[in-house]
Structures are given as structure tokens and as C-alpha cells.
């Protein structure tokens, strides 16, 4: 179905997101902090990076951008969460595809990442 890759810093979510997407047939990796972030996308090759906007002492709309910068011929897809929906706004403006307000419904969740992977697959026309 899918690689996903999900960096937050709570570890409880992670363990149960990460049980949830596998469940329903999704390869998933986790990390809690920052730090190997561009290795493991460069070694996993996730198909979506699902990036907390607060991770530890950094902020994950700059590591979207970062990101986009170093790995802009990639299809990678990125979806920016966050408890706190006002430093959502803007997401485009940092990279991302989309982004979801935590708590969320895990039917949202799931419609999201879905969503998020059809853009994915389907051609651009131009």
C-alpha cells in the first residue's frame, strides 16, 4: 500500500500509529527526535513523512523545507500534524501536501494518508 514514515516525539503515539498503518497493510518506520530524519529518508525511500510541527527542540516546518530542498526530485509526500492548528496555517509555504489537526479521528487520519498517496500515483497532466 505504502511506505510511511511518522516523526514525533511522543512515543505512545508513534507505538499506536504505527500498529494502526501496519494493520492496514502500510510499512511503517517511526522516529521521536530529528536527528536521522534525512537518513532514514534516504535509506527508506517513504513513499510519506508524516512530521510533527513540534519534535523535540526542533520545529518540523522548517525540517519540511529543509527537506524539499535536499530531496527535491523525490515523489515524497508530506503531511505536517500539530495540536496546535494556528502554526498549520501556512503549511504549503513550507513544503508540505497537507496537513491535520491532532486529535484527530483516526477515519480522518486514514482518509488523509489515502488521499496523500493517490496524488502520488495519479500522472500529472500538463
Known amino acids: 500500500m505504502g511506505k510511511?514514515?511518522?516523526?514525533?516525539?511522543?512515543?505512545?503515539?508513534?507505538e499506536a500509529l504505527k500498529y494502526i498503518l501496519?494493520?492496514?497493510?502500510?510499512?511503517?518506520?517511526?522516529?521521536?527526535?530529528a536527528s536521522n530524519i534525512y537518513n532514514e529518508i534516504d535509506e527508506?525511500?517513504?513513499d510519506l513523512l508524516i512530521?510533527?510541527?513540534?519534535?523535540?527542540d526542533e520545529d518540523g516546518r522548517e525540517i519540511c523545507k529543509e527537506i524539499r530542498y535536499t530531496f527535491e526530485n523525490t515523489d515524497l509526500r508530506i503531511l505536517l500534524f500539530?495540536?496546535?492548528?494556528?502554526?498549520?496555517e501556512n503549511y504549503k509555504s513550507y513544503g508540505a501536501d497537507d496537513?491535520?489537526?491532532?486529535?484527530f479521528e483516526l477515519k480522518n487520519f486514514m482518509e488523509k494518508i489515502q488521499s496523500i498517496l493517490h496524488w502520488q500515483l495519479v500522472p500529472s497532466i500538463v
Not at 510511511?4 to 508513534?14: G, H, K, T, V
Not at 496537513?99 to 486529535?103: A, G, S
Open 22 to 33: 501496519e494493520r492496514n497493510g502500510y510499512e511503517v518506520r517511526t522516529l521521536d527526535n
Open 82 to 88: 500539530s495540536a496546535f492548528p494556528k502554526h498549520l
Open 99 to 103: 496537513f491535520i489537526e491532532k486529535p
Open 4 to 14: 510511511l514514515l511518522i516523526a514525533d516525539d511522543s512515543a505512545p503515539l508513534l
Open 51 to 56: 512530521l510533527d510541527i513540534f519534535l523535540g
Open 44 to 46: 527508506f525511500q517513504p
